[in-house]
């Protein structure tokens, strides 16, 4: 039985899926970690500790392919991961840096700066990463500033894969799909971006060489196939981001399909075969290859603010998936709209579509009918609502969206499934795996690296799905509650 590992290297923990070559899953392993957070607005991740947990994932499934089945043989590792990271590397390979997550907000005050200038706009219609502090661009014009013995110190500028794979195989490799989230590559060309290089500070040379998501590569240290427990001749695809990966999982591919992932943030995507840009900025345009590009707009919060909300004022002393259900079914006993009372989501700013690094959180209407029960509900609908701002965007530049794939965290809550099919008037569909889209994502570009599908729509079939319908009696109720939702972010952006 010949099997693919899918690794996706996420924000709060990584994991490795085993994947028969037909799709099915038959082991899974997740290794969860925290942010850190040293000072206000900084966010960080420990590199070793993320290269630890790739290590350990791939090691324990693994394992269970081999206690499950004999005669197992694993075909390749294909990895997907987290956007817009940054480490500073030294001359001898060292991390001068943590990796700075895309929830980093130092460099806001240059963001704000460039961001609307002819520069910036420029930089932006070339690269298709919009101006915003999770931009490594921003970040590096940060340590530039801020930090700038690291910054005269530093031979390379990478991310978290870029780094998992110069342990592994010691090489400078970055996918394309990853560098375009950079804000310091040519989508068009395919190159780095010479504007932005400039504006950085830096050369071409202190970043990674950009190679296809399907660049495979053999001869593993021989440390780590060792505490894999597989071949050092194993086969490793460099694969690509997640948000791309998610759409490539779901098999979201066609016009008028689109994906809706919420998970610790969210993000809406379409895709297309040539790049597309907004001339107001709103969303991103990210390369999958060099003919399928990722149009769309990641919104900071996701499940983050169902996290806050529960952990001040939600039910003490259960574990955090019960805290969910028990939130999600004190919802359901309030009526859609929450009879008036709106919940404006940015609590650690905002990406797509404001890119407002400022941006705060607000409940608003509040009266005295409002109980505990509305609230909570205001909190779901408000990230919905956050995401619709997005979609709108999205058919205004790419056309209309005709049906929706759910993946992420969410996906497994039928309150927020059918609140997203609500409010877009939508149908949504989700599939029994779909949470894992990009780990999914991550191993149908390893079967077309290795030979096993000719294109990526060669499994554009689709496994059972559930079906979310939209309820037309509801929807006027959540425009009127969006349009007030828009206002106001609009009137209070400047009181931010």
């Known amino acids: 039985m010949d099997y693919i590992i899918g690794v996706d290297i996420g924000t709060s923990g990584t994991k490795a899926i085993a994947f028969r070559l037909a799709g099915s899953i038959i082991a899974e392993y997740h290794v969860s970690y925290s942010l850190l957070n040293p000072q206000p607005g900084h966010f960080e991740q420990d590199p070793n500790v993320l290269l ?5 994932s791939i090691a324990r499934v693994v394992q269970t392919v081999k206690k499950g089945a004999v005669g197992t043989q694993l075909l390749g590792v294909g990895f997907s991961s987290a956007m817009h990271g940054l480490i500073a590397m030294d001359r001898q390979d060292q991390p001068l840096t943590n990796c700075i997550t895309w929830a980093d907000t130092r460099s806001e005050s240059f963001a704000t700066r460039l961001k609307g200038t002819p520069h910036g706009i420029g930089i932006y219609l070339k690269t298709g990463t919009p101006i915003h502090p999770m931009s490594p661009l921003c970040k590096l014009c940060w340590i530039r500033t801020h930090l700038p013995i690291i910054f005269s110190k530093a031979q390379k500028f990478i991310s978290i894969k870029e780094y998992v794979f110069l342990r592994l195989f010691g090489r400078y490799l970055v996918d394309e799909s990853i560098a375009s989230a950079t804000g310091l590559f040519d989508i068009y060309a395919f190159q780095w971006h010479a504007p932005a290089l400039d504006l950085a500070g830096i050369s071409s040379m202190q970043l990674s060489e950009p190679v296809p998501i399907t660049y495979t590569l053999s001869g593993l240290t021989k440390r780590y196939a060792d505490d894999m427990g597989i071949p050092v001749d194993t086969p490793f695809i460099v694969g690509g981001s997640d948000g791309c990966l998610a759409n490539l999982g779901a098999h979201a591919v066609g016009a008028g399909e689109a994906t809706v992932s919420i998970g610790t943030s969210g993000a809406i995507r379409m895709m297309s075969n040539h790049p597309v840009t907004d001339q107001q900025a709103r969303t991103f345009c990210y390369a999958l290859t060099d003919n399928l590009f990722v149009l769309g707009g990641a919104v900071n919060s996701g499940g983050v603010a169902l996290r806050w909300y ?44 404001h890119w407002n690094a400022k941006a705060k959180g607000m409940f608003f209407g509040v009266q005295m009918h409002h109980r505990k029960a509305h609230f909570t509900r205001a909190v779901f609908e408000g990230v919905i609502y956050g995401m619709y701002s997005v979609g709108k965007v999205l058919e205004e530049i790419a056309g209309p969206i005709k049906v929706i794939h759910a993946n992420g965290g969410f996906a497994r809550s039928s309150l927020w499934v059918q609140l997203l099919a609500d409010v877009f008037n939508r149908q949504v569909l989700v599939r ?19 030979g096993k599908i000719s294109d990526f729509d060669a499994l554009a079939h689709k496994s059972e799905q559930d079906r979310y319908d939209p309820n037309p009696a509801v929807y006027s109720v959540y425009m009127e509650n969006f349009d007030r939702f828009g206002r106001l972010y609009d009137k209070i952006k400047d009181e931010f």
């Open 432 to 450: 029994e795996e779909s949470v894992e889209d990009a780990a999914k994502g991550a191993y149908i570009v390893a079967l077309k690296a290795l």
């Open 52 to 56: 630890s947990a790739v290590v350990e």
């Open 310 to 353: 529960g952990e001040n004022f939600g039910p003490a002393g259960v574990p955090q998936a019960t805290a969910f259900e028990l939130l999600a079914n004190d919802a359901s006993t309030v009526p859609a709209g929450a009879e008036g009372l709106v919940f404006l989501p940015y609590l650690a700013g905002e990406r797509a579509p």
